[in-house]
């Protein structure tokens, strides 16, 4: 395949508990484009619990991500990208100061941060098209748990049926800031999305399903029962903290959400009497680069 085959693109995932770079060639011949990732890094910065807990971006955390951000466009530059996209999500959206923080990483980075609504979000997710792939006799629900929010797109009969963002993330829970009601009525919410739809199978997206799965072994196939997904739960949540990060060898940041994450992904399959959730280790980076490259709406360097 001819170097004129090679479109490069980023995308950058702003998200509530840390920050994703995804750089991506995409290879194009007569069958449908490859997407290749060359590099995804993840750097822990967690502008959910300033957005969640204090309703605003400290000046500490805006000057780390003016860091972040300008290592990242460094790298987007070295990697020759020919588009590129920034997406934030739960925490920028309800942080009150979100205006003076995109103008000052725009200010010191020349990165414009674009904050996205739930909804568009999950149709980023979506994007992957991950559904169209599979069985048709099957209805399908993305989810994705991230810190701040939950997306849930239901598809089925080659069509997308509903597409729903939930206030209900793992740094919420986290910091109790999910009340027994609000837990209760997305749980009801979950259930009326896939009311009708039977058989439905789960898709997983987002760094806290790709680290249950890893952590549960799988190597033979991609996807986890519900009862496989509780008994890793419960095995997990039988570790204090400090021996999730020692002994499971889990990073700071994702130990202290994991037990949430369990929560959300078994509550939503419970509720939706779903049995089975994929796990093609994809997220909304991958989502961002899916799009960039239908669209030529991005921002050029």
């Known amino acids: 395949m001819g170097k004129d085959n090679i479109i490069k693109l980023a995308s950058v995932d702003i998200g509530s508990n840390a920050i994703r770079l995804m750089l991506c060639n995409v290879y194009e011949g007569d069958d449908e484009p490859l997407f290749k990732k060359v590099e ?3 750097f822990p910065l967690r502008l959910g619990e300033d957005s969640f807990l204090k309703g605003f971006i400290t000046d500490e955390t805006l000057a780390r991500l003016c860091n972040v951000m300008g290592a990242f466009r460094l ?9 590129y996209r920034v997406c934030a999500t739960s925490a920028m959206r309800e942080a009150a100061n979100r205006h003076e923080v995109i103008k000052k990483v725009k200010d010191q980075t020349g990165i414009l941060i674009e904050i996205i609504e739930g909804k568009l979000e999950a149709e980023i997710i979506y994007s992957n098209h991950i559904a169209e792939h599979l069985e048709t006799s099957n209805s399908y629900l993305y989810i ?10 239901l598809f089925s009969n080659g069509k997308t049926k509903s597409s729903n963002s939930f206030n209900i993330g793992t740094i919420r829970m986290l910091h109790h800031r999910v009340t027994k009601d609000q837990w209760n009525a997305f749980k009801n919410e979950v259930h009326d999305i896939c009311e009708g739809y039977d058989p439905v ?9 790709n680290k249950i799965f890893k952590m549960t072994g799988k190597k033979d196939y991609k996807y986890l029962t ?17 021996q999730r990060i020692k002994e499971l060898k889990l990073n700071p940041d994702r130990a202290d959400v994991i037990i949430p994450a369990y929560r959300i992904f078994l509550a939503i399959m419970k509720s939706a009497r779903i049995d089975k959730i994929m796990i093609p280790q994809i997220g909304l980076s991958d989502g961002i680069i899916h799009q960039l490259y239908e669209s030529s709406s991005a921002k050029v360097i």
């Not at 994705?144 to 797109?153: C, F, I, K, N, R």
């Not at 519900?226 to 400090?242: C, H, I, P, R």
């Open 144 to 153: 994705d748990v991230g810190g701040g929010s939950t997306e849930l797109t």
């Open 40 to 42: 995804l890094i993840r």
């Open 201 to 209: 199978v789960a898709i997983g997206s987002g760094g806290n399903i």
């Open 75 to 83: 790298l987007i530059e070295a990697f020759g990208a020919e588009q």
């Open 226 to 242: 519900q009862a496989k997904l509780k008994d890793s739960y419960n095995y997990v949540k039988g570790f204090t903290l400090e």
